[in-house]
């Protein structure tokens, strides 16, 4: 995608940009409204944990699968029964992929891990030939032939998808047999790997096979290469959630609902515990409108529902409608780092990312993670290199809170992305639901605290960014990646 990396999840090689912070004044609350969340009253670790087991527990939701429809309905039918809240929908017609396994014979049977996404279903044979990393992939060296090329050796794994997703479109020209990707951890700890996650369909087929199968696949061995997917129109759906405050003027909160395991997508639960916490309050102490976007196509990105919803806000947002957006992704992750062959538990927490794009915004971030003791995460105004000129200078937030920041939407982003983000073996273990708990009740803090701040001081930067913008300076790209790969 050419947003600058906008949903390819977080990486802190970053040029970090110091905002100033200067206190601001807000405007006063009822004095019955705390300023912050009282924890007593707060969904526990435990629940947060149970509801997770139920978002994992659909299975792999692939954009518009039986799956991820139940997962969608689910979700409605717990956001639609809280008092003073309307839902709605917003639906997209993909061209959707059907998840079956892959399937290689090089001889022999070869386990394989799993399927790439979106790679061309049917069987097809060649001769397996490696192909080092950084040589490309040509009709020269491919054509009719099974490439096997090893795993990107990367610091995280998601790092790895605009490499795969170049594999793969190369391959697809070069008429090749099909793409094989060897990793360095064991079949068991890959099993289900899901990425790329553009949601682009492959001219050919692809599948995973972990460290403990690479030995049975001998280059020059005549090799047959499968995948038992399918495709199939499909219409697919966001939520919006709309719990009413004092003022039109809404708090947008969004994540995904598509995903695979514990961590991708664990913000459908923290939106969940966020919206039950604040339609319990009254009236007096919702200063503001919130919005719960339950975003469809982070799996099937030509229909990435994060960027139409944030391509509606810029729209209106100068009418006064919209005070900020907030995102939570991959939330509570447990860091796991490659050793002796294998992905092991460092103990630690994965580190990630507070994204904000105003000082005011920053602010709040800061006060809120140290007021809930949330380690190993950095407050950042980027992950990309800053463009001068460009408004914003640095477009991406790491993930999906980039389709709102880079629109000039004022915006937050929490996010992680550990190996575990699309390897689901891992299960519950990938997740520290205490921790998870702790990064919840800070967003919560931070939304909370914001919620009388005037709209302008909230903004910040954002207000000049947008009137640049308006004269014709450069802005970020908003470009989502095609649902078809192009053809040699």
């Not at 695979?260 to 916490?277: C, D, K, R, S």
């Not at 950095?378 to 477009?395: E, I, K, M």
Request: hydrophobic share 45%; aromatic share 8%; charged share 20%.
């Amino acid at each position: 995608m050419s947003l600058v990396q906008p949903a390819r999840c977080i990486a802190f090689i970053a040029v970090i940009t110091v905002f100033s912070l200067q206190p601001t004044t807000p405007a006063v609350a009822s004095a019955d409204c705390s300023p912050s969340i009282d924890e007593r009253s707060f969904a526990s670790a435990a629940q947060l944990r149970a509801l997770n087991a139920t978002v994992a527990g659909f299975g792999v939701r692939a954009t518009g699968s039986p799956a991820h429809n139940r997962l969608i309905s689910w979700l409605e039918h717990r956001v639609d029964r809280l008092p003073r809240v309307s839902v709605r929908s917003e639906p997209f017609a993909i061209q959707r992929w059907k998840p079956g396994p892959g399937l290689l014979l090089s001889g022999g049977v070869v386990p394989v891990a799993g399927a790439i996404p979106y790679s061309e279903p049917g069987l097809r044979s060649g001769e397996l030939v490696r192909l080092p990393a950084g040589t490309p992939i040509t009709a020269a060296n491919a054509r009719g032939k099974v490439v096997l090329r090893d795993f990107p050796a990367l610091d995280r794994g998601y790092l790895a998808e605009p490499l795969l997703d170049k594999d793969m479109v190369d391959a697809g020209k070069a008429d090749a047999a099909g793409v094989a990707v060897a990793f360095p951890f064991p079949h068991e700890q890959v099993k289900g790997y899901w990425d790329p996650h553009l949601g682009t369909h492959y001219r050919v087929p692809g599948v995973f096979v972990g460290s403990d199968a690479v030995a049975k696949l001998v280059p020059g061995t005549r090799t047959t290469i499968g995948v038992l997917a399918g495709r199939a129109p499909a219409v697919t759906r966001s939520l919006v959630a709309t719990l009413p405050g004092l003022s039109s003027e809404r708090i947008v909160l969004d994540t995904n609902t598509d995903g695979v395991g514990w961590v991708q997508e664990n913000g459908t639960v923290a939106l969940l515990a966020l919206a039950e916490h604040f339609a319990r309050l009254p009236l007096r102490c919702r200063p503001r409108t919130i919005e719960f976007v339950f975003a469809t196509g982070h799996l099937h990105r030509p229909a990435e529902g994060s960027e139409f919803r944030a391509r509606a806000l810029d729209a209106e947002y100068d009418s006064g409608s919209v005070a900020f957006a907030f995102v939570l992704e991959h939330l509570g992750t447990r860091e796991f780092l490659p050793r002796d062959g294998s992905l092991q538990p460092t103990g630690l927490a994965e580190l990630s990312g507070w994204f904000a794009g105003s000082p005011v915004l920053a602010q709040s971030a800061l006060t809120a993670l140290a007021g809930r003791a949330v380690d190993r995460t950095f407050v950042l105004p980027g992950s990309d290199l800053p463009v001068p000129g460009r408004v914003p200078a640095q477009c991406s937030f790491g993930g999906i809170g980039t389709h709102f920041h880079s629109h000039l939407i004022p915006t937050m982003a929490m996010i992680s992305g550990p190996w575990t983000l699309w390897a689901p073996s891992f299960g519950s273990e990938a997740v520290d639901h205490e921790r998870m708990r702790r990064q919840v009740l800070a967003a919560g803090d931070a939304i909370t605290a914001l919620a009388p701040v005037p709209r302008d001081q909230i903004a910040g930067p954002y207000l000049e960014q947008r009137q640049a913008r308006a004269a014709g300076a450069p802005t970020c790209s908003h470009d989502l990646p095609p649902e078809w790969a192009p053809r040699s």
